[in-house]
């Protein structure tokens, strides 16, 4: 055996030795997962918020010599396996076309294990996650000229009402990217406040209001916004989908304030809140 063969046989039992105690850290992992799981009762499996806090802080933290993407994937494996303990964890996915990005997208994110559903209508998403047939939602980002925009429903009430609690990809892999797809996931649970949100609202009107307009309007109440779509249906009036800075609750004063500002049969809901994905720039 040469010098070389002794180095190379002492570095993979050092590589044995690491990978031993990387399972026993995990199964310890494991054990405070499943003591949380007994603490919470039964309590929402999924806390889209914290998950990215913690993906956030490690992505920033020490280098690990490895891409993002990578260490992005191991942890989504074990924070979906570890969901998948605590309960139920099932993922509805609209895909009208493309159906292989979607797919993709929802099972980087939500772990090789997790039982997911493909679906060609967002209506049939939207109702499996308010019936409880599905925990998420994975639905394509709105685009201008939709013929049923999925996003308008997000403005009701109700414990019920599905909302946006996450954005994919949270971390991006231009090297595995298929036709630069992006979507929403949303859910009937609540979102953990951030350090990094950004929050969707719907802002409905009877009369024809312009989208400069009403992003004025929002500025006027502290809210800033970008308009992302709009949508307007005979008889019922105008939809319009903002993108803002920060976390937005329903019960936000802004909104109320936005209402009275704009007047007439004029609302603004919160359509639901995201962490921002994540960046190094």
């Given at each position: 055996m040469t010098i070389d063969d002794t180095k190379l046989d002492a570095l993979r039992r050092e590589i044995d030795e690491i990978d031993t105690r990387l399972l026993a850290a995990i199964a310890a992992r494991t054990e405070v997962v499943r003591r949380i799981g007994e603490a919470k009762g039964g309590g929402p499996i999924l806390r889209p918020g914290r998950e990215a806090k913690v993906l956030r802080a490690l992505l920033a933290g020490p280098a690990t010599g490895l891409p993002a993407p990578v260490v992005g994937r191991i942890w989504r494996e074990l924070i979906a396996a570890y969901c998948s303990l605590q309960g139920t964890l099932e993922v509805a996915v609209c895909a009208p076309e493309k159906s292989v990005g979607y797919w993709d997208l929802a099972r980087d994110h939500f772990g090789s294990a997790t039982h997911m559903s493909l679906h060609k209508s967002s209506s049939v998403?939207?109702?499996?996650?308010?019936?409880?047939?599905?925990?998420?939602?994975?639905?394509?980002?709105?685009?201008?000229?939709?013929?049923?925009?999925?996003?308008?429903?997000?403005?009701?009430?109700?414990?019920?009402?599905?909302?946006?609690?996450?954005?994919?990809?949270?971390?991006?892999?231009?090297?595995?990217?298929?036709?630069?797809?992006?979507?929403?996931?949303?859910?009937?649970?609540?979102?953990?406040?951030?350090?990094?949100?950004?929050?969707?609202?719907?802002?409905?009107?009877?009369?024809?209001?312009?989208?400069?307009?009403?992003?004025?309007?929002?500025?006027?109440?502290?809210?800033?916004?970008?308009?992302?779509?709009?949508?307007t249906e005979r008889g019922t009036?105008?939809?319009?989908?903002?993108?803002?800075?920060?976390?937005?609750?329903?019960?936000?004063?802004?909104?109320?304030?936005?209402?009275?500002?704009?007047?007439?049969?004029?609302?603004?809901?919160?359509?639901?809140s995201y962490a921002r994905p994540f960046s190094r720039v």
């Open positions: 998403v939207l109702r499996a996650v308010s019936e409880g047939q599905a925990t998420v939602g994975i639905l394509p980002l709105p685009l201008d000229g939709e013929a049923d925009p999925w996003w308008r429903y997000m403005s009701g009430d109700g414990d019920n009402m599905p909302r946006i609690i996450g954005r994919l990809p949270f971390v991006d892999n231009p090297g595995a990217r298929f036709e630069d797809l992006q979507a929403m996931v949303v859910g009937c649970l609540a979102y953990d406040e951030g350090a990094d949100d950004v929050s969707w609202l719907v802002a409905s009107t009877s009369e024809q209001i312009s989208r400069r307009s009403l992003t004025d309007h929002l500025k006027a109440v502290d809210l800033g916004g970008r308009a992302i779509t709009s949508f009036g105008d939809a319009h989908l903002f993108e803002v800075d920060g976390y937005v609750t329903a019960t936000d004063p802004r909104l109320a304030a936005f209402a009275k500002r704009v007047g007439g049969n004029a609302w603004l809901s919160a359509a639901g």
